[in-house]
């Protein structure tokens, strides 16, 4: 492969019709933030050389915190 190739997971919303008290991208699916499966999930597939998660400023802090909890590298962070 000449190109790397990056997913980019967009998770910023509020998921207000879901559960108003917390950012879906949060809630727990067995035991684990939703978040954390879908970077587990491409994070899994070879053709994807890293992945890159958007996330709303005021979210920032929990995404690195989960990031750091898997075990995965962080790397630099953009916020919206």
């Not at 997913?7 to 509020?14: D, E, Q, S």
């Not at 933030?33 to 890159?52: H, K, N, Q, R, Y």
């Amino acid at each position: 492969r000449s190109m790397d190739c990056y997913a980019l997971i967009v998770a910023a919303g509020r998921g207000r019709r879901l559960d108003p008290s917390r950012p879906k991208q949060f809630l727990q699916l067995a035991g684990r933030p939703l978040l954390a499966w879908t970077i587990e999930a491409f994070l899994s597939c070879e053709a994807i050389d890293g992945v890159v998660v958007v996330t709303a400023a005021a979210q920032l802090d929990r995404a690195r915190e989960l990031i750091a909890e898997q075990g995965w590298r962080g790397g630099a962070a953009t916020q919206l």
